[in-house]
């Protein structure tokens, strides 16, 4: 019997499975659903800790198959794809991994900015593709200067403002509550967004954000205007956006991430004035290795004494 199960180790850091498997003798739950259901019937009572990531997410019904899981130990800073209400419903704990990966998602995140103002990526097809020879890249913006506003100024929204400081941007941005910064409160996204060059989305996903960058959002960030969203896909329309980039209402947008992953929406890829990456902002060996560590020490604190270090219900 194992006290420790993985679900989802195949987006898992290599690393961490092997850790959790040869020192706490975790156990994979099969991807296939057959199997899956024989491992839960042989192996799933007397299961403590169940060992997920941001992309794979647990709900209701594998916490029931768990009939004794204490601790679901989340590898990422977001857990809108566990249910965690469910789990508060069951006395479940549910961990995340947050702090670790600020640093890593906020350079992402004026990557992305750097990239669709100046052009980067779309230059670089320019170049491939052979078409210097018939003209010049067409000019771009410059990221100095620009007002960029924060869609959910919290730890890592407050990195990539820190790094804009280097870039004399101007601050703002929109929470539902004032904090305490020099930068400009916004009172709402369209608000935010009609005062901002660069709109950047860094709220949590779940129910409470979905679509609230919306059409009216998109149009007040205006046609001079870029999205950057390293958060989570469903806070922004996509259908809007596409329909935005299309009538070039809005002026560009950088993505990491997307409502259906890993699946892109094909008329996003179609835009040259779109900058795609596949969920990457935290993907850096210092970044992923922190955030096994903290899942591991969630896992062994728990498993000592029945206490998570970084617990979100
Ligand atoms: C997180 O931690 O929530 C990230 O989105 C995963 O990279």
Redesign the pocket.
């Known amino acids: 019997m194992s006290n420790v199960v993985i679900a989802g180790q195949h987006i898992l850091l290599p690393d961490l499975t092997e850790e959790l498997t040869t020192e706490e003798g975790a156990l994979c739950l099969p991807a296939d659903e057959s199997e899956r259901r024989s491992f839960l019937d042989e192996h799933g009572a007397g299961v403590k800790v169940a060992v997920t990531?941001?992309?794979a997410g647990f709900d209701a019904d594998l916490m029931d198959a768990l009939p004794d899981l204490e601790l679901i130990a989340n590898?990422?800073?977001?857990?809108d794809s566990t249910d965690v209400e469910a789990a508060s419903e069951r006395g479940i704990t549910v961990s995340?991994?947050p702090d670790v990966?600020n640093d890593g998602?906020a350079d992402l995140g004026v990557g992305l900015i750097i990239d669709v103002l100046r052009g980067i990526s779309a230059s670089d097809r320019f170049a491939r593709a052979g078409k210097w020879k018939n003209g010049a890249f067409p000019l771009q913006r410059e990221v100095t200067g620009r007002r960029v506003g924060i869609l959910g100024l919290g730890r890592i929204g407050q990195e990539v403002a820190t790094r804009l400081e280097g870039f004399r941007c101007e601050i703002g941005y929109h929470n539902r509550n004032e904090v305490e910064t020099s930068y400009r409160y916004f009172g709402g996204a369209e608000e935010l967004a009609g005062w901002s060059e660069v709109l950047v989305v860094l709220t949590p996903g779940g129910a409470a954000t979905k679509a609230l960058v919306d059409a009216d959002v998109l149009a007040a960030l205006g046609p001079e205007g870029y999205l950057v969203n390293i958060?989570?896909g469903t806070v922004v329309d996509e259908d809007a956006l596409v329909q935005a980039l299309n009538d070039a209402t809005i002026a560009g947008a950088g993505l990491d991430?997307y409502p259906n992953e890993p699946n892109i929406n094909e008329a996003l890829m179609a835009l040259d004035n779109v900058v795609l990456t596949p969920?990457?902002?935290?993907?850096t060996r210092e970044t992923r290795r922190a955030?096994a560590d903290t899942v591991l020490e969630n896992v062994r604190t728990w498993l000592a004494d029945g206490r998570a270090v970084t617990p979100v219900n």
């Not at 590898?75 to 857990?79: D, E, L, P």
């Open positions: 990531s941001s992309f590898f990422g800073v977001g857990y995340n991994t990966l998602v958060a989570r991430v969920h990457i902002a935290s993907g955030m």
